[in-house]
């Protein structure tokens, strides 16, 4: 048994071959895939890869020998060395530092985010303040025309009120609304009244 080597046009296939003649012919039996790997493997390739091998190379105990087993384990090596420990710290410092600039990028990127939804929480604050100081006003006139419209139902009278009407224009305005939203209120009122 050995281990054959099968190089596509960008990964190397290894799997275990046994050879035995069949009538005077060599004949290659298939014994089992060993997986393949990027070519050229990186560090990180080749140590899935080796995790890999030895797993596989564990479940076939009953077919292989150790010795069958250290010679296919050489002749791998030979083709895709077993990463050395200076590969491997090199790689956990590399993914270390990669994981640590993906992070800061997260961290960086909601804390903006929460810095501009604070802003809009504020700004939004400050149009509830405004609209409820607009609305205090709004209830206090309203009060003053319902007791000026229960005096003249009643037959009473009252000071004033020969005005054609309020300008609703100026009150939306000074309430900090744009002329784009008071048209918009406009049309909207001017619909409900057709239906």
Same mark, same amino acid.
């Given at each position: ?16 071959v046994e ?18 790997? !990027?070519?050229?493997? &990186?560090? %990180? ?5 080796? /995790?890999?091998?030895? +797993?596989? #190379?564990? $479940? *076939? ?68 303040? !405004?609209?409820?100081? &607009?609305? %205090?006003?709004?209830?206090a006139a309203? /009060?003053?025309?319902? +007791?000026? #419209?229960? $005096? *003249? ?39 409900s009244e057709?239906?």
């Amino acid at each position: 048994m050995f281990a054959r080597f099968r190089q596509s046009r960008n990964r190397l296939q290894v799997s275990i071959v046994e050879t035995r003649r069949v009538a005077g012919k060599v004949r290659h039996e298939h014994i089992a895939s060993l997986g393949s790997i !990027a070519s050229p493997p &990186s560090v %990180a390739d080749r140590i899935a890869f080796w /995790a890999k091998l030895h +797993e596989l #190379l564990s $479940r *076939l105990s009953n077919r292989l020998t150790a010795e069958v087993q250290g010679k296919i384990l050489g002749s791998v090596h030979a083709r895709i060395p077993l990463p050395t420990p200076d590969e491997q710290r090199a790689l956990q410092l590399e993914n270390a530092a990669a994981d640590q600039r993906t992070w800061a990028t997260f961290a960086e990127m909601f804390d903006e985010k929460v810095a501009g939804q604070q802003k809009l929480r504020a700004a939004v604050e400050r149009a509830i303040d !405004a609209d409820q100081s &607009s609305a %205090a006003r709004a209830k206090a006139a309203l /009060a003053t025309a319902e +007791e000026r #419209l229960a $005096r *003249l139902t009643k037959g009473g009278t009252v000071v004033g009120g020969f005005a054609i009407s309020l300008d609703s224009e100026a009150i939306l305005r000074n309430a900090g609304w744009t002329k784009a939203e008071i048209e918009h209120c406009l049309r909207t009122a001017a619909l409900s009244e057709q239906n």
